[in-house]
């Protein structure tokens, strides 16, 4: 079992920077895929960015080329960088891990709230 723990959300302005980062209970060398998504009010939950433990990333088309994802292995922790953030930003952030590659389970974390309003 894999426990995420999401930090860093928060209130930003149209056009600010933020950072979400997201702790796991174990080495995340072991894990093939770890993720960011988003649910925002009366929608589903989408892709926002994943890293596999090779390093190739992905990304949402609402949100690529402003956001970065990254993990730090050694850490245990990986990380969102959201620039340029826009108000259809604003959504519950949840970190995501799927250990296996030929598995689709899932672990989530709790989610961490960004808004993005002036």
């Known amino acids: 079992q894999v426990q995420l723990v999401e930090s860093g959300g928060g209130l930003v302005q149209p056009g600010g920077s933020l950072s979400v980062s997201c702790s796991a209970s174990t080495t995340l060398a072991s894990i093939y895929l770890m993720g960011w998504y988003r649910q925002a009010p009366g929608k589903q939950r989408e892709l926002v960015a994943t890293?596999?433990?090779?390093?190739?990333?992905d990304y949402g088309a609402s949100v690529e080329g402003r956001f970065t994802v990254a993990r730090d292995n050694r850490k245990k922790t990986i990380s969102l960088q959201m620039n340029d953030l826009k108000p259809e930003d604003t959504a519950v952030y949840y970190c995501?891990?799927?250990?296996?590659?030929?598995?689709?389970?899932?672990?989530w974390g709790q989610g961490t709230q960004v808004t993005v309003s002036s």
């Open positions: 995501s891990a799927r250990p296996l590659f030929n598995d689709p389970r899932r672990y």
């Open positions: 890293v596999t433990s090779g390093g190739t990333t």
